[in-house]
């Protein structure tokens, strides 16, 4: 037997990049798309309304076509908290890092926009990496992901000043608003403000970025720092830039704060401007068993873990206040994120008699709409059971949709007795489903039949 000590796989890491930087492009959080639609009303501008519904159109037409909901896909900015007690299954985390940039701006058709040098050569390394990468050592044996697309245009208008310890909070309160109105509409607002303050010159910054990690709505633990973080929101929002620029109420959706012990004779304040188009993602990666000493009682329990995450996930989004159809697509995308083979997934809807396609992620369907006696989806609705077919080419009930379909897997969501629905599952390998799936996905069927 070997090192029986859990590892983290480098490997790992960059496909953990790798699809992270792919998604944050255009998969937006729901709660970025929440809150605009929830500014929209509070805008008084005609031309601001005007702006903010363009840009909620702008991401979903990106969510669903899976295109980039911003031209500049930004420069990529990785946090890697690493635990003190972590163990990697070889050298090279910094390289690991920088090839799932490489291979996610590659494989996602983003636009790379890094140059080897500032001033002596600014040719495009044609691969946006370097990545900005900072590392942090903490408690712990796990690895923390934090990946950031960074557009230009905002990161421009980011600036620090050394305030004197007398100008106070009213001080750094002034320096924010000033930075806001100075920008205008340079950063494309509604912005987002980052604001470290304390520690000295670099660690400050470092903060400002870092505090745009935090989710929309999260506020500092500390209620002095949670409330400037309020004070500072309605401060910007009275200032009149309004969306893009051109005037209105609407000109920052969030700020946060991080503060840290500095010098007696400093008050370093840090702002990190972000644009509308807030792109970041955080995952925690854990060490695994090498494979040699790895039974299945612990792939079983891996993936336990793994569906229990995908469950809170969804159950998270049933909560989210977010509209089914648009709940449905989320809940499509966390699908195919956790569970790679998870090729086509899609919902179809009870109408009557028939099944009627709902929200998917991937290719088109020809089979809009399925009557109940047809096909596998119309054999699940019928039989009220889930149906696994592990090669869909020796089942006559397949209703062809893609060449590439090997298997099927389609569960029924039931509400009151009844089939309100169902989840249908395609993947491009044979057999790719079995067991833990169907547990996985009636889990999923029971979770979603509460918004039914």
């Not at 930087?21 to 809150?35: A, C, G, R, Y």
């Not at 992901?145 to 100008?167: D, I, Q, R, W, Y």
């Not at 500095?262 to 990666?285: G, Q, W, Y």
Request: aromatic share 6%.
């Amino acid at each position: 037997m070997g090192n029986s000590n859990p590892t983290i796989s480098l490997d790992k890491v960059t496909e953990t990049v790798r699809a992270l930087v792919k998604e944050i492009s255009s998969q937006l959080d729901p709660k970025l798309l929440e809150s605009f639609k929830l500014a929209l009303p509070k805008e008084e501008s005609e031309t601001g309304r005007a702006i903010l519904e363009q840009l909620i159109k702008n991401f979903e037409l990106a969510r669903d076509k899976r295109l980039p909901y911003c031209q500049d896909t930004g420069a990529c900015v990785v946090f890697a908290e690493i635990g003190e007690n972590a163990r990697f299954d070889r050298e090279g985390l910094l390289e690991a890092i920088n090839q799932g940039v490489a291979a996610g701006y590659q494989e996602g058709f983003l636009r790379k926009s890094i140059v080897k040098d500032p001033l002596q050569d600014r040719t495009n390394t044609g691969t946006n990496t370097p990545a900005m990468i900072q590392a942090e050592i903490v408690p712990g044996d796990k690895l923390k992901l934090s990946v950031m697309a960074k557009g230009g245009g905002c990161e421009n208008m980011s600036t620090f000043k050394s305030l004197p310890p007398s100008a106070g909070v009213e001080g750094v309160k002034k320096f924010v608003l000033e930075t806001v109105i100075n920008s205008g509409g340079n950063p494309c607002p509604p912005i987002f403000l980052g604001i470290g303050i304390g520690g000295d010159f670099e660690k400050c910054a470092i903060l400002a970025k870092k505090a745009l990690f935090r989710e929309i709505g999260e506020r500092n633990p500390n209620p002095f720092y949670a409330n400037l973080e309020m004070q500072i929101l309605e401060l910007v929002n009275k200032s009149g830039v309004g969306p893009m620029g051109l005037g209105g109420r609407v000109t920052c959706l969030d700020v946060f704060i991080e503060a840290f012990p500095c010098h007696i004779a400093s008050l370093p304040v840090a702002i990190n401007v972000e644009c509308h188009a807030h792109r970041t993602k955080t995952v925690m990666l854990e060490g695994e068993l090498p494979e040699e000493d790895t039974a299945e009682s612990v792939i079983a329990t891996t993936a336990d873990l793994s569906s229990q995450e995908t469950l809170s996930q969804i159950e998270r989004l049933i909560q989210s206040g977010l509209n089914r159809d648009e709940i449905l697509r989320q809940t499509a995308f966390v699908l195919q994120q956790n569970f790679p083979k998870y090729g086509w997934v899609g919902f179809y809807l009870m109408d009557g008699e028939e099944l009627v396609l709902g929200p998917y992620l991937g290719l088109p369907s020809p089979h809009t709409r399925i009557k109940l006696d047809s096909g596998i989806c119309g054999a699940a609705a019928r039989e009220g059971k889930t149906v696994l077919v592990n090669d869909v080419s020796q089942d006559s009930r397949y209703l062809a949709c893609s060449l590439d379909t090997k298997s099927e897997i389609v569960v029924p969501i039931w509400k009151e007795g009844k089939i309100v629905g169902e989840i249908d599952i395609d993947s491009d390998k044979l057999a790719a489903f079995d067991g833990r799936d169907r547990e996985l996905l009636e889990g999923v069927s029971a979770v979603l039949s509460k918004m039914f």
